[in-house]
Each structure stands twice: as C-alpha cells, then as structure tokens.
C-alpha cells in the first residue's frame, strides 16, 4: 500500500463578491499518493487553479476556504495556526505560477530571491546560502550559474525565469511540487524543455506533482492520474488511460472529441454545445446538463455522486448510474428466469 | 477537399525579385493571393542616436490558391503576425511584391484592397470597440465601402450574418461585453465576413478561447470556406490546430520561412531540423502515442531578433550545424513535389 500524502475530503471555496457568492470548488476530494503525477484538467473558471491555492492557503481577497479537509501526512492543514502554515508552505509544499514573468521580483537579483527561501526555511547560514542557490540554478539546467545569481529577471529569457521559478519551490526539498500551468505562457520547445525537466526532477528527487493545465497533451505526457474538473467539481478522476481511453463521464468524453488527437487528425472535431457556466448561478443539477447531449431529467434536478468505476476510477455522471442500473435489472433478470427455469425443471 | 495542384514557377518569382517588372510579371490565376520576397523591417532605438533593423518579416514568399488554407507556425517573435498584417497593409512592406487575385496590391489604394480580404484577430477582448453595439461593429466595414443604400437592406444584411455566425438578432443591439469569449469571436468573425471578402487572415483566432469554444469557431471557419469558396492564411502556435485546418502549412523562424509543404507531406517527412524538433515538441493528447514518441528537444532560447544569426538564423541551435550555416543563407527550394526547405545539410 502506497503512503497517502496530501487527502482534500470536500473542499469548498468561494468568492465573497458584490454580486453574489462564487462557488469556484464545490466539495471536491482526491488523494495524491507519495511520488506520483497528478494532473488536474479543465477549462478556465473550472476551479483548478482555486484548488491549488485552497491547498497552499493563498488566497486572495475575497476568497474563503468555507469548508472541507486537506490531510497533509495526516494532519489538517485547513486547522493549523496561520504561523505553522507559514512554515509547511514552501518547505513540504511548493508552488510554481503560471507566467514566470511576474511571479518573480524586478529589483532583486535572482540569486537573492533563492536565497530567501532557503534562508527562512533551512538551518543554513552565511555562504552556504549561497552555495545552495547556485546548486539549486545548476540543478534546474541553467549554465553559468555563479553569474546567473547576480542577474536580475528581465536579463532573463522567459523559459529560463520558469526555470529559476522551480529553483526556487525546490529549495528545500518538498514533499510535493504544485504546479500552475508551468507552460502555458511559454513557446512549444520551451515548454517541451521545462516538462522534461520537470519530469527528470520528479524522478531524481521523488517528490509527488500536481500539475493544473488546460492542456490534454501537457496531462498526456506528463501524468500518472488525471482530475477533470467543470465549474468547481470534479467530473471524473483516474489513471491516465482510464480517462483517455475509457472516459465514463460525458463532459470528459465531449471535451476529448473536440480537440485534435493527432497532426494527421482531419476528422471533424465534435464541438461542444453552449458556452461555459455561470458560476453565479450554479444549477442544482450537474454543471454540465445544459450542454450535454445525454441530459436527463434527473440530471437538471440533483447532483450526481461520484461512483467507481473500478480501481482508482470515479465518476460523477448520472449516465453511469442509469447503465448500472440497466445492467444490475438485467442480471437480475437473467437470474430470475434461470430461477424460474430450475423450477420447472 | 481544395487539393487543386498550384504550381508557382520559381524561376519566374526569383526573377520577379531581382528585377521586379511589374509590367510583365502574370502571376498564376489559380493562386488568390502571391507573395514574392516580402520583407517589415522595423527600426528599433537601442540608444540615443543608434537604431537597429529589426527584420521581422525578411524575404518571404509563398502563395494561395483558391479556397486553400495555409497554414503558418512558429515561436512568438516568428514574425507571423507581421506577415499577416503586412498582408493587409496593417503595416507598409519594406521591400516585396504581393499580388492579389492577379494585381499587384503594394501600391494599390488600401480602402479598395480591404474590400476583399479582412482579417480576424487573436484578442476578442480588446478587437472590439467597447462603446459600439454589435450592429454598429459588423456593418462598420458596410458604411465604409457604401454596399447598400437603405438603412434596412443594411440591417438585414447585419441579421443575416448574425444567424451566420450562430448568434442571436435580438443581441444586435447589445454591447461586446455582454457576450462571452467565444460569442465575441463570433462577432469578429461576422465583421469580417460582412463584405464578402474572398480571403481572410485569420491570426491566433482560437487561442484565446477554451478548448470546448475553439471547436466550435474552427468548425465554423470550416463551413464558411466551404459555403463562400473563402481562402485563409491561418496563422497560430498551436501546431495540432493549425495542421488540423490547412491544406498546407509553412514553418516561421526568426522572420524566414524554413519549410513549407502540403499538411500530410510536412507532418511524415518534416526536413528542417527546426521543424522536427517543433513537431516533436508538441504535446499529444494520447498517451499511448505520447509514452512511444521521441522528443527532440532544442537547447537553448531563441536568438533576439535584433542580433539575428548571420546565414541560416537556425543555426546557433542546430544539430547539424557547419560552417557553411554561418556563412550563407541557405536557399528556399523546392525538394519535389512542393516541399519547400531551406537549409544547407537535410
């Protein structure tokens, strides 16, 4: 049995805005095991940039956790003093953002922004600070490193500022690396150097990730298991090719016959219908029922709980229920008549 | 599909460049739209008296043909905005020639020239004019040209495009930030349709909207080519998009195009180093695929584009980089059956 590092048990978050509450994660929960990928995939406003930073504790004004669990190791992180969060965040969880141009500070040479980190969160002092930063930028495949320390970011190019980014989270060696769409404001062989590293760092230091994309070919190449999320709530989670090759939700199998699988796919893409959801206005029902092709009424009425599917599959899709019940009534059936039969007999 | 074989005579184009007589210069009448060495070079200030020559589009050609698609890719800082706004006279060329359904449109009046091709860009956001309703902003471009003469043929044809575009004529009086992404998209799609235009550049149209929405847009832009016989230069970074919509598709580096060929011959025979390792970068969105396929991943970032390499700007980057890459600039030639490459050792 694999150790479960971080458990969220029905995070809620929501944003206290002038018009109304936002429910941008809507009780959802998943565990991440001990050196394992996890990705996290959906469109924007589906919650799972709120997710990460409901984790980490960093959210901005006016969010508000507003109920739910993060076990990390066992402990709620959601219930410790605001000092102790302090002092997990960084050192056994870190995070990476999405655009590595302003998630790093102008008027700081990069070297003293990964001196910090490592200055508030390990025992090390005087040069051996620095010493740790040039092993950190080396580390991240960065050349030169004893003169990278003295630049400032804007001397740095933009995949190289992702780079000194994960320098940073992985100052002190967490337990698990989070990252924000780590690739989304880089170029295509940028972002294909910064997931392999990201892949090779994985596998060198052990840690588990999470990385939050909108990108199937990003969660494709990178992950062991994948969360689908649609306005706040999770869809459907398992390995990566139970989502890809047995999608058992209808907004993972709709979003997967919308985009082009291959560079030879000229198949007509299936688009799906309607626009995204108000999160003002969640419905009762599943989020997605306006816009799916097999909504039923029970669909537009309550919320479907998530079922297995087998091993670590789940989905939340009353489509599911309706066949297992078909299938359960069937066999039930079948074992009537047979029965039936040995009685005549 | 618009599989119709254009061939443009190179020889006849590279004369046209060393000595552009425009006089005796046919351009192919299969092809809608011809660019011969097209180059924007910008002046930067890099101190108080010193400017430099920013190439960003230099010594471009290629063609279209009837209802084709043309596919244009490359990194940001490619110059393939620059070459489709260059297009449209956004921008004045520096140098090149561009002949329009057979008529040579770099000294032509613009107002004439926009009345055939329309572009539609990246940003639905800020494309749109905030203060106008959606009835000013599609029958902006048919006021302009003066097509109709009453107040009600125009607002019909508004309507019309509208159901076009799938929207709804009870929004025509709305303002653009009551719609969504996606429904802004199709307001700007609708514009530019607004004048029956023959060919439209679309830059980065999609990649602004969420997956579920771009399907929907690149599906309509499908439906549009096949109903009005509209021909695109369909620019974007996202190579699976952009393979998915062209019939053929050319490669950007540092303002060069490095290789150009039909869709099926550039995505199983790629012949740049530039575009192996950019198809092999990008992420496919099947794991089977992904855990067998063997990334080429490029070192290092990409040159400024003020301190291009000299020779092939490819180069610095380059595995099979040699002398000769520093010394001259490899040719643009043609390696059979339209395949399009320049570089000196592949």
Excluded at chain 1, 322 to 344: C, K, P, Y
Excluded at chain 2, 135 to 154: A, N, V
Aim: aromatic content about 6%.
């Amino acid at each position: 049995m694999t150790e479960k590092l971080l458990q969220v048990k029905n995070l809620r978050t929501s944003f206290f805005t002038d018009a109304g509450e936002v429910c941008a994660v809507n009780g959802i929960s998943f565990d991440l095991e001990k050196g394992k990928v996890l990705g996290i995939v959906g469109e924007s406003g589906s919650g799972k940039s709120v997710t990460a930073y409901s984790i980490m504790q960093i959210l901005s004004f006016p969010g508000k956790i507003t109920g739910g669990e993060v076990f990390f190791k066992g402990v709620d992180l959601l219930k410790l003093p605001a000092k102790k969060v302090r002092e997990f965040r960084g050192e056994q969880i870190s995070i990476i953002f999405q655009d590595p141009m302003t998630s790093l500070n102008p008027v700081y040479t990069i070297g003293n922004q990964i001196d910090e980190a490592i200055r508030l969160h390990t025992s090390r002092t005087g040069s051996a600070i620095r010493e740790r930063s040039i092993d950190l930028i080396r580390l991240v495949g960065i050349n030169d490193p004893e003169r990278r320390v003295k630049q400032y970011p804007h001397e740095l190019s933009g995949g190289m500022r992702q780079r000194v980014m994960i320098a940073m989270a992985l100052a002190c060696e967490p337990d698990i690396l989070i990252a924000d769409e780590p690739t989304t404001a880089l170029d295509v062989t940028i972002q294909a150097q910064i997931l392999e590293l990201i892949a090779e760092l994985q596998a060198q230091l052990g840690m588990a990730v999470i990385i939050i994309t909108h990108d199937l070919g990003v969660i494709a190449n990178m992950c062991d298991e994948i969360i689908v999320m649609y306005a706040g709530s999770i869809c459907e989670r398992g390995s990566t090719d139970d989502i890809f090759y047995s999608p058992k939700h209808e907004y993972t199998k709709n979003l997967l016959r919308s985009i082009p699988k291959t560079r030879k796919s000229k198949e007509r893409l299936v688009p799906i219908a309607g626009n995204p959801i108000d999160l003002l206005n969640l419905p009762d029902g599943c989020a997605f029922a306006p816009r799916c092709r097999e909504c039923m009424e029970i669909c537009l009425e309550q919320h479907p709980d998530e079922l297995p599917i087998g091993g670590t599959h789940y989905a939340s899709c009353w489509v599911n229920v309706r066949e297992q019940v078909t299938h359960e009534r069937e066999s039930f059936a079948d074992d009537e008549i047979l029965e039936q039969g040995g009685d005549q007999v | 599909m618009t599989e119709q074989v254009k061939i443009v005579d190179h020889e006849v184009s590279a004369d046209a460049s060393v000595n552009p007589d425009t006089n005796t210069y046919q351009p192919d009448p299969d092809n809608i739209l011809e660019v011969h060495n097209l180059s924007k070079h910008f002046d930067i200030k890099t101190g108080l008296f010193k400017t430099l020559p920013l190439k960003a589009v230099d010594d471009v050609s290629f063609f279209i043909g009837h209802k084709e698609t043309l596919g244009l890719v490359g990194e940001s800082g490619c110059g393939k905005t620059t070459v489709g706004r260059t297009l449209l006279r956004l921008y004045e060329p520096t140098a090149g020639d561009v002949y329009f359904d057979g008529e040579l449109i770099t000294e032509k009046n613009v107002r004439s020239l926009r009345r055939n091709m329309q572009m539609v860009f990246q940003d639905p956001y800020s494309s749109l004019n905030p203060r106008m309703t959606v009835e000013d902003i599609i029958g902006e471009s048919l006021s302009i040209h003066h097509i109709f003469k009453t107040k009600e043929e125009r607002r019909e044809r508004i309507y019309e495009l509208m159901r076009l575009v799938g929207l709804n004529k009870e929004h025509a009086t709305r303002y653009s930030h009551e719609f969504s992404g996606g429904q802004r998209q199709r307001i700007g799609i609708a514009r530019a349709l607004a004048i029956n235009p023959k060919f439209i550049v679309c830059d980065e149209s999609v990649s602004a909207l969420d997956v579920s929405i771009q399907a929907q847009i690149l599906n309509m832009f499908k439906d549009l080519q096949e109903k009005f016989n509209l021909s695109y230069l369909f620019i974007a970074h996202d190579i699976l998009v952009v393979t998915y919509m062209s019939d053929r598709v050319a490669v950007m580096y540092l303002g060069k195009i490095v290789e150009l060929a039909k869709t099926n011959e550039i995505n199983d025979n790629p012949i740049h180093p530039y575009t192996q390792s950019l198809f092999s970068a990008v992420p496919i969105p099947d794991p089977i695929t992904a855990r067998k396929s063997h990334r080429i991943v490029l070192e290092g970032d990409v040159p400024s584009p003020l301190h291009v390499p000299s020779g092939c700007a490819f180069r610095t980057r380059c595995q099979y980089a040699t002398e000769q890459c520093a010394l001259e600039t490899p040719p643009f030639e043609d390696r059979g059956d339209e395949h399009y490459v320049a570089c000196w050792n592949r």
